[in-house]
């Protein structure tokens, strides 16, 4: 038989993941031998940060009392109720549903297919994780950016956000603290984002992932806390600070009036229960995790200081690059000023020193300006040489 090729689905078209799409060139230098540092991926586990022992016993314990069959769609019921608590603990009033995911990512593509149509958009920040833009594209959504002020510390534009609303626009994204900029939004900031949701009749999506990687700075506040009209969903998990991004546990939280929200609930949950449930055992170390010590995470953010702090100086003693100092969670995005683009400038690094970040554009960035993340959880010598890459190939350009 001769089959012709199979055509994939249009909606694959633009579905684009910069942060391991650029582990296959990275694997192709690293077959030749050359030594390879990686600054591209956020997981905790792949460096020197270790999973806190009571949350693997609670999921241990868990499996050894055979809770390994499937779990409720929304969750099980001490999870929801953990999950509720730190709602409570956090000044989140109105909580409509709680649903806990295969990852946080989960969460948020469960929410975002409940809501938007095809042809309709959704604000997204940019830069911003680029799972929301993926979602979107395969939904057949529209990715409306709104920009991020670098000379603001990275706040929101919020002339930009009121600029870019239209008649199908229907939620705001929020990522605080941001991924990838590592920034951690004003009161005032969020308040202005609820003002404009409001006028709109808006959904605001905050993700929240990092909230207790918080580096330096103001305290953490989250948009829900603040709203008190406007229908807001959470999204957090047990990847980064509870240091299991393997576990594949998360969850997304509504809050927003019963009259308001109601039929969209309904809908995540017809979502939930079209896929069965997350992983079973896994949920019993939300309430271990939420309610348990967190002592842990002392060294844990003592280490980031230091790796944010080598990373900031390394970067900015560079000619032609620079760095907002990042307030939270493990990422910077620097600026490149070497008259080349973003994409290039990684691939060269990639292949010349073996280097692995990701280029600022698989992020979104505003136009004209070319930059790069930095993952720093690896060790400060991998830093070292890390930067030293840079250093080099950024030593190129100014020849």
Request: proline residues 7%.
């Amino acid at each position: 038989m001769n089959f012709a090729p199979i055509v994939p689905a249009h909606r694959t078209d633009n579905v684009t993941y910069a942060v391991r799409d650029v582990v296959v060139l990275a694997e192709r230098v690293a077959a030749s031998g050359m030594k390879m540092s990686y600054l591209n991926i956020g997981d905790p586990n792949l460096f020197d940060f270790e999973t806190p022992p009571h949350i693997i016993a609670a999921c241990h314990e868990a499996m050894r009392a055979n809770r390994n069959g499937y779990a409720p769609s929304s969750g099980i019921k001490g999870a929801v109720a953990a999950i509720r608590r730190q709602a409570d603990r956090s000044q989140i009033r109105d909580v409509q549903h709680v649903f806990v995911t295969s990852g946080a990512s989960e969460a948020i593509e469960l929410a975002l297919t409940a809501l938007v149509n095809p042809g309709e958009n959704v604000l997204t920040p940019s830069p911003v994780y680029p799972l929301y833009t993926a979602v979107l594209a395969k939904l057949g959504a529209v990715n409306n950016p709104y920009y991020l002020d670098e000379a603001n510390n990275w706040e929101p534009d919020i002339a930009d956000i009121r600029a870019k609303i239209n008649a199908q626009t229907r939620a705001i994204i929020v990522l605080n603290p941001n991924n990838p900029t590592g920034t951690v939004y004003s009161p005032e900031t969020l308040k202005a984002i609820l003002e404009l949701a409001a006028e709109h009749s808006l959904v605001v999506f905050s993700d929240e992932i990092y909230d207790k990687l918080i580096l330096d700075g103001a305290a953490f506040t989250s948009i829900a806390s603040l709203a008190a009209d406007v229908p807001v969903v959470t999204f957090n998990g047990m990847s980064k600070a509870y240091i299991v991004p393997g576990w594949r546990i998360g969850w997304g939280m509504v809050s927003g009036k019963p009259d308001v929200v109601g039929a969209y609930c309904d809908a995540i949950r017809k979502l939930e229960r079209a896929r069965l449930s997350a992983n079973h055992p896994e949920q019993y170390a939300i309430a271990a995790a939420l309610d348990g010590s967190h002592a842990y995470l002392e060294p844990v953010l003592a280490k980031l200081r230091r790796r944010r702090d080598l990373t900031v100086e390394r970067l900015n003693a560079i000619d032609g690059i620079s760095c907002v100092p990042p307030q939270a969670a493990f990422y910077a995005f620097p600026r490149i000023e070497l008259g080349v683009e973003d994409k290039v400038f990684v691939e060269r690094l990639i292949e010349k020193t073996g280097t692995v970040c990701v280029h600022g554009s698989g992020f979104g960035q505003r136009p004209g300006t070319q930059h790069f993340r930095v993952v720093f959880l690896p060790p400060e010598d991998v830093l070292e040489r890390a930067f030293d890459g840079i250093a080099k190939v950024a030593a190129e350009y100014r020849r």
